[in-house]
C-alpha cells in the first residue's frame, strides 16, 4: 500500500516517538518505572525513591532494601524476597536477622518465615506483619504478650498505645480503652482521671492502696520478710516507689504482721536517705495487718516504737 507523500513526514516522527520510548522503558526498568517492578514500588506503604548524603536511592521491589545495597549484598533487586521463605529481604535482614539467601538459615528444616524465636505462639512473619519483636514474648514490656496485644488491638511495641499516661495492662485491667486515650469522652484523658487502685508487693502480702489520677503507678519491693532472730519487725520491710508523675489524694499502707501479739504495734516510715530515720506512723490493726495512712512513699515495716525507738 502506498503512502501519501505529504503524511510521510508524520509516520516517521511517530515510529521515532515510539521508539525512544521503548529505549526509555528499558533504560529505567531497573528504577522501578516500567514493568511490574515499578507497579510493586507504586503499592509500597514507604518512599521507594530517597535521597541521602547527595545520592539518590531506589527500592524497586520495595523490601525496604536500595537497589544499591541488594546488589553489593548478592540479592535480587527485582524480587523482595530473594530466597522464597516468606520473608522479604528487609525483614530478614533488618528485623528478624535471618540469612535472605537462604530460605532455612538454621538448617532444621523450617522455613525462617514459620519460625518462633520466642515461642509466643507467632511465627516471625506474623511477628513482622504485627510489628511485633520477633525475639521478645513482650516485647514493650507492659505485661502483655505479643499475641495478647494484637488480640486487644494495642501497639506491640508501645506500652501506652494511646499515649494517656496509662499503660495497656491497668487500662484493660481497670475497663478502660488502651487504645483511646478517653475512654468514656468526658473531656478527661483516662490517665487524669480520679480512680483508687491497689497495688500487691512482690514478695509478699503488703500492698497499697492510692486514691488518685489513673496515670500513678506504684513498684512494692520486699526487702526483708522480717523473720529473722535478731529482727525487730514485726513484719516484711517494703520499699514502695511510684513510677509515674502524679500527685495522690491518698494512700493508705498494709503490712501484714506476723506476731499473735498486736498491742502497740505501729507502721514505720523511713524516706532511704542516710540521713532520714524510721518513724512510727499513726496506725491501726486490721485482720491481722497494720494498716496507715501515709502522704509519700519510701520503706516501711511494722514495729512495736516501745521496744525500737526508730532510730
Known amino acids: 500500500m502506498a503512502i501519501d507523500a505529504r503524511i510521510l513526514p508524520v509516520v516517521i516522527s511517530l515510529l521515532v516517538v515510539l521508539a525512544i520510548g521503548a529505549a526509555i522503558a528499558v533504560v529505567f ?7 511490574d517492578s515499578g507497579a510493586a ?5 514507604w518512599n521507594t525513591t530517597w535521597q541521602q548524603n547527595g545520592e539518590t536511592y ?15 549484598r548478592g540479592l535480587d533487586p527485582h524480587d523482595a524476597d530473594s530466597d522464597d521463605d516468606g520473608l522479604d529481604d528487609g525483614a530478614e535482614l533488618y528485623i528478624v536477622r535471618t540469612d535472605p539467601h537462604d530460605p532455612d538459615t538454621d538448617g532444621d528444616g523450617v522455613l525462617d518465615s ?18 511485633s519483636h520477633y525475639d521478645l514474648v513482650d516485647g514493650d514490656r507492659d505485661g502483655l504478650t505479643d499475641p495478647q496485644e494484637i488480640a486487644n488491638g494495642t501497639e506491640p511495641l508501645l506500652a501506652d498505645t494511646d499515649d494517656d499516661g496509662v499503660e495497656d495492662l491497668p487500662e484493660l485491667q481497670r475497663g478502660t480503652d488502651p487504645t483511646d486515650p478517653d475512654s468514656d469522652d468526658d473531656g478527661v484523658r483516662d490517665g487524669n482521671e480520679t480512680v483508687t487502685q491497689t497495688f500487691e508487693a512482690q514478695g509478699s502480702d503488703a500492698s497499697v492502696t492510692v486514691r488518685g489520677p489513673a496515670r500513678v503507678s506504684l513498684e512494692i519491693e520486699t526487702r526483708n520478710d522480717g523473720r529473722s532472730e535478731n529482727s525487730v519487725a514485726e513484719g516484711p520491710v517494703i520499699r514502695v516507689e511510684q513510677d509515674h508523675d502524679g500527685d495522690f489524694e491518698r494512700a493508705t499502707v498494709r503490712i501484714p504482721i506476723h506476731s499473735t501479739e498486736t498491742a502497740g504495734l505501729a507502721v514505720h516510715h523511713w524516706d532511704g536517705t542516710q540521713s532520714g530515720r524510721w518513724s512510727p506512723l499513726d496506725s491501726r ?10 502522704h509519700e512513699f519510701g520503706y516501711f515495716t511494722v514495729v512495736d516504737p516501745g521496744v525500737w525507738g526508730g532510730g
Open 41 to 45: 514500588a507504586e503499592s509500597c506503604e
Open 285 to 294: 490493726i486490721e485482720d491481722g495487718y497494720a494498716v496507715a495512712e501515709v
Open 114 to 131: 514459620e519460625e518462633d524465636p520466642d515461642g509466643d505462639g507467632l511465627t516471625n512473619a506474623e511477628e513482622v506483619e504485627a510489628g
Open 58 to 72: 531506589h527500592d524497586e521491589d520495595c523490601d525496604r532494601i536500595a537497589n544499591a545495597v541488594e546488589n553489593r
Open 29 to 35: 526498568q531497573p528504577f522501578g518505572l516500567g514493568g
